[in-house]
């Protein structure tokens, strides 16, 4: 599935954003989507997962509480709510795909299919 990821900017902190990413190609039904985010000089980290099977969801401990994953199916679509941003959340966020059912919901290798990356800075 090809997945292009949007909604990234420039915030102050304390500001939201909220970044989507479509699929195209397929469907997204049966698959977990996450989001992951790279800060600039560091590696890629893992930030939330909604999973296809019962929606459960799963945050990173350094976004619990500030973002929300959510999915709507008829739109193709993930989003990524980004509430009382920090200028440590600054980065390159993707979102990935990867058929359903993986504990492994935090490591890259899960998924497949990733999108493009937005820019999101947050200025203090």
């Known amino acids: 599935v090809q997945l292009q990821a949007s909604g990234g900017g420039l915030v102050q902190a304390g500001g939201s954003l909220r970044l989507s990413c479509t699929a195209f190609g397929r469907t997204l039904s049966g698959y977990d989507m996450a989001w992951f985010r790279q800060a600039p000089g560091k590696e890629r980290e893992f930030a939330a997962v909604m999973h296809w099977k019962g929606g459960n969801t799963y945050y990173a401990d350094s976004v619990k509480g500030r973002f929300t994953i959510s999915r709507d199916n008829s739109l193709n679509t993930a989003f990524l709510q980004m509430n009382s941003l920090k200028p440590e959340d600054t980065g390159v966020y993707y979102c990935?795909?990867?058929?359903?059912?993986?504990?492994?919901?935090?490591?890259?290798?899960?998924?497949?299919?990733w999108g493009q990356g937005t820019q999101v800075t947050v200025s203090s």
């Open positions: 990935a795909a990867s058929p359903t059912g993986s504990r492994y919901y935090s490591s890259e290798t899960t998924y497949g299919s």
